[in-house]
């Protein structure tokens, strides 16, 4: 082919779209472990500290690692290292649904983890190479996928774990098979893309700001990651607990009202990526993590019918801010797009790991209304998005 732009304008659509499915597959699976904590807890007499290290290991692999892969893959690619990944999430799953011991469930755990470290600053970074210059449109279409898995998970462990049993988790592995077929060929298409690119003569990109400023927007966006991580961690983890505990709900309502919760994080992933492009990631991040702050000071102490409300506006505004993080994050370093993916992914994994497994503690020490007391108050971290620079639109 003559030049790079007629392959990726007429790819575009499709790549991402692929890649939000085989998104919302790694997260469906992923989202299947905290699904079945009720489960676990029972089966295998855990308490909320067990819960929370399960979550620690989970997470703290794809942390560890989702940073390291992101810098390998700048500088050396590997088109096929996302069906890789998704086979090491096969692997942990069928290993989670006949693990009769805790150290098996935190053996299969970190292989989850594993397969995430290695899906998510890939598949960014195809992403970011698909969008056709609307990186927000792109990486939100791209995470909305993880998210609707996400939410998804829950609902499956409602009617399929929960009547059957933990050995039910094998039945996913056709998710993940399929998982790992479209990513191939996603594969494919990026090592195409690859050499077209090369083929004409592509400048690197320089970064957007000055080093030190550069450096303070990062950690900037870093402590904006831990409020919005830790206090979705307080309802990822043990939000069925809260409900459970507090209103006298079933198991199966529990999760329902986790799905609703986890299906509003995915809208307001969509929502936040298409607004950034139009009026600025600055303002997007601001407003996400600020302006949810009068809804989580009220939660703790709302009724069934307004915690069930509140749960969803949380979920709606304090989502938009990723998409627009990590683009903000890559136009401030446009040559090191998988290494940025990595890196927020990876926090946003190891913030949550630990901020659930010290909530855990918490629970432990007091109780489960405690912890959403406590946590109420994280999203007023979100006024040092005041401090970001002006940066927009710039790198591709």
């Not at 870093?222 to 505990?245: E, G, M, P, Q, R």
Request: contains cysteine.
């Amino acid at each position: 082919m003559s030049s790079a732009k007629p392959p990726v304008a007429g790819a575009a659509l499709g790549i991402l779209s692929a890649l939000s499915v085989c998104h919302l597959m790694n997260d469906l699976l992923q989202s299947l472990l905290p699904a079945i904590y009720p489960i676990l807890k029972s089966n295998l007499d855990l308490d909320f500290a067990h819960i929370g290290m399960i979550t620690f290991v989970n997470s703290g692999t794809a942390s560890v690692l989702q940073p390291i892969v992101g810098l390998y893959t700048d500088r050396k690619p590997k088109p096929f290292s996302l069906a890789i990944g998704m086979g090491f999430t096969l692997i942990g799953l069928l290993l989670l649904a006949v693990a009769n011991r805790f150290a098996v469930v935190l053996v299969a755990a970190a292989l989850v983890g594993l397969g995430s470290s290695i899906f998510h600053p890939e598949s960014s970074r195809i992403a970011r190479l698909a969008s056709g210059g609307r990186h927000g449109f792109a990486q939100s279409l791209f995470q909305v996928g993880g998210n609707f898995g996400s939410s998804l998970g829950p609902l499956l462990a409602a009617f399929i774990v929960l009547p059957r049993g933990q050995s039910s988790l094998a039945w996913f592995s056709v998710a993940a098979l399929i998982g790992i077929i479209m990513l191939w060929r996603i594969g494919l298409w990026y090592r195409d893309h690859r050499i077209t690119t090369m083929k004409s003569g592509a400048v690197e990109a320089q970064p957007a700001a000055p080093t030190p400023q550069v450096r303070r927007a990062l950690l900037l966006l870093l402590a904006l990651i831990f409020s919005k991580y830790v206090y979705l961690a307080s309802l990822t983890s043990y939000y069925t607990f809260y409900l459970i505990s507090r209103f006298d709900v079933s198991v199966q309502s529990a999760q329902l009202h986790l799905f609703l919760f986890l299906g509003a994080v995915a809208a307001g992933t969509m929502i936040g990526g298409p607004v950034g492009d139009r009026i600025g990631r600055r303002q997007v991040i601001l407003w996400s993590i600020l302006g949810v702050l009068p809804f989580t000071l009220v939660l703790p102490y709302a009724n069934l019918f307004w915690t069930e409300l509140l749960s969803i506006a949380i979920g709606v505004i304090l989502a938009s801010a990723f998409s627009a993080i990590v683009v903000y994050a890559q136009d401030l370093l446009p040559g090191r797009v998988g290494m940025i993916a990595g890196l927020f992914f990876g926090v946003a994994f190891g913030i949550a790991g630990i901020g659930a497994a010290v909530l855990g503690q918490l629970a432990d020490a007091t109780s489960i209304f405690v912890v959403y007391r406590v946590c109420a108050f994280l999203p007023a971290i979100g006024i040092l998005a005041l401090w970001l620079p002006r940066v927009e639109h710039h790198g591709t």
